[in-house]
């Protein structure tokens, strides 16, 4: 059974910051991975999506990359914001199709001003 | 702007009644997934639905009970058998093929009164 293991479970750094979050599976046969941004009480919102045949994504400041012989993502956040304070959630799917998404137990990021 | 609707926002059950939680997207999706999400614990996924009038237990389907009749929708309903119910209940949905990302709702958080 796939397992997602997310480190570090918190961080807090001060505005401006470089950040890197990471992420791991025990099955590193993994087949789309995606990582959410979860704020408080509310839904989750996509951030970047790595499909099987890519192994890196990029969004404005975020940058994510994945290592499918070892299973680990990192999720990089360049210049961080009090804005990106939330709970960060990668997940992946597996079994050669994009079905049944596992996902970690997130890292909750405060970002002071 | 294509979406997930996830109603009602909060729901208070009583011991021993089943709830129905609403799903409806209007993105064209053909699959549809819930999942459960309890503090300290990563979302774990209940039932999932690849085409109308088929679905299939996730990992922890014991007390709930779905249904696909129409691409659009898929209800979970929890059912009094669920012994612990409280918990933030999430609704997705994926597009076919290998190259869609999950697009979630902004849950229903259920509480046992």
């Known amino acids: 059974k796939q397992e997602v293991t997310q480190i570090p479970a918190a961080l807090s750094v001060p505005e401006g910051e470089n950040l890197v979050l990471n992420c791991s599976f025990t099955d590193s046969a993994i087949y789309n991975l995606q990582w959410f941004r979860q704020d408080p009480g509310k839904g989750l919102t996509s951030l970047l999506l790595i499909q099987s045949s890519q192994r890196e994504q990029t969004s404005g400041r975020l940058n994510a990359s994945l290592d499918k012989s070892s299973g680990r993502s990192t999720l990089y956040i360049a210049a961080s914001q009090p804005g990106d304070s939330a709970t960060y959630l990668c997940?992946?799917?597996?079994?050669?199709?994009?079905?049944?998404?596992?996902f970690g137990k997130g890292t909750l990021l405060t970002v002071n001003p | 702007d294509g979406g997930i609707t996830q109603s009602p926002k909060y729901l208070f059950r009583k011991e021993g009644q089943n709830v129905t939680l609403s799903c409806e997207q209007n993105l064209n999706h053909d699959a549809m997934y819930w999942y459960r999400q309890d503090p300290g614990q990563g979302l774990r996924l209940i039932y999932y639905s690849q085409i109308v009038n088929d679905f299939q237990k996730g990992d922890i389907a014991e007390g709930y009970s779905v249904s696909r009749e129409k691409k659009e929708s898929f209800p979970l309903t929890v059912t009094s058998a669920q012994k612990n119910p409280t918990a933030f209940y999430l609704c997705a949905s994926t597009g076919t093929g290998d190259n869609y990302g999950y697009t979630f709702g902004s849950g229903t958080r259920l509480t046992v009164v």
């Open positions: 997940a992946g799917s597996g079994g050669g199709s994009n079905y049944k998404l596992t």
